[in-house]
């Protein structure tokens, strides 16, 4: 059985640890709020970009006969080359956070896999990278300090190099996953294919109330240099989305772990109190026993 003074050492190393995860959650609650609110003014404006996108897609496809003839909306059925982009934390200590981004990636590596196609992961964060370099998987890309300070120029620089291997026919499809802040307490894991841009959802039918006029021979010129800023943002979008989760999630895990501080003091309190009332009991018994024996 512990002695008195190992479970006082205990109890003092729990209050310690209760400390320190405590203070972590409001740390990650303060970064939380400042990132949610840039999240949100980030969302509107991809919302637009996306919008004007369409809108311009849908004009080019309603005058040109076959249609949208862009190597950025070429879709291949059966790919043989595929970029995954995925993005993970620098850090820690966040629940499963980073696991859930890392299973939806294996998951699609054993899809197109099964389907014969070749997977060039690119990552970033380093929890991704440290995970695959042990389970000795290759990576196109490394980037690390990235997802911790989401940066426009980096993540442009980054996504344009992948986004120019599949211009030049190197890879047929660029899918990015990432988990993304839905509320405080909730966090979902985000797929989305960034090129080909799907277009699927434009529909050719709706009347459009914009009054966007582009000329015939500048909508090729302008059209390209929407879907460049579409694919950048869409990347800086995915990185400032998964800061948010990831300090949701911490928050909760530190919360979770100094729950369990307390109720661990708890329980090493009570075995304390027993521990030191068996050794008075002890005490008085050796001490009545001497006496009696001295009669």
Do not use: W
Not at 40 to 62: D, F, H, P, Q
Not at 245 to 272: C, P
């Amino acid at each position: 059985m512990a002695s008195l003074k190992d479970i006082q050492r205990k109890i003092k190393s729990v209050k310690n640890t209760q400390k320190t995860t405590r203070a972590m959650k409001l740390v990650s609650s303060a970064k939380l709020k400042r990132t949610e609110e840039l999240a949100k003014k980030s969302k509107v404006y991809a919302n637009k970009l996306t919008e004007l996108l369409n809108e311009i897609a849908r004009k080019m496809a309603g005058e040109n006969a076959n249609g949208l003839d862009l190597p950025y909306f070429r879709e291949v059925q059966n790919p043989k080359n595929v970029d995954i982009v995925f993005v993970t934390a620098d850090k820690g200590l966040c629940g499963g956070f980073n696991a859930q981004t890392i299973k939806r990636v294996n998951s699609l590596r054993k899809e197109f896999a099964a389907n014969g196609t070749e997977v060039r992961l690119r990552a970033v964060g380093r929890k991704g990278i440290d995970y695959f370099r042990f389970n000795s998987v290759a990576l196109s890309n490394e980037v690390v300090g990235l997802s911790s300070s989401p940066d426009f120029e980096r993540s442009s620089e980054l996504i344009s190099q992948i986004a120019q291997d599949y211009i030049d026919g190197k890879s047929e499809k660029i899918i990015l996953v990432h988990n993304g802040y839905v509320n405080m307490i909730t966090q979902e894991v985000r797929q989305s294919q960034v090129l080909p841009v799907d277009h699927s959802a434009l529909s050719l039918d709706n009347v459009s109330t914009s009054e966007l006029e582009v000329e015939p021979d500048e909508d090729n010129t302008l059209l390209e240099g929407l879907i460049k800023r579409y694919v950048e943002y869409t990347m800086y979008y995915a990185l400032i989305d998964s800061l948010a989760a990831e300090h949701s999630a911490r928050m909760q895990a530190m919360d979770a772990a100094t729950n369990n501080a307390k109720e661990m003091v708890k329980t090493l309190s009570v075995k304390y109190n027993k521990a030191r009332q068996e050794a008075i009991t002890t005490e008085l018994i050796e001490i009545i026993s001497g006496m009696e024996s001295m009669k």
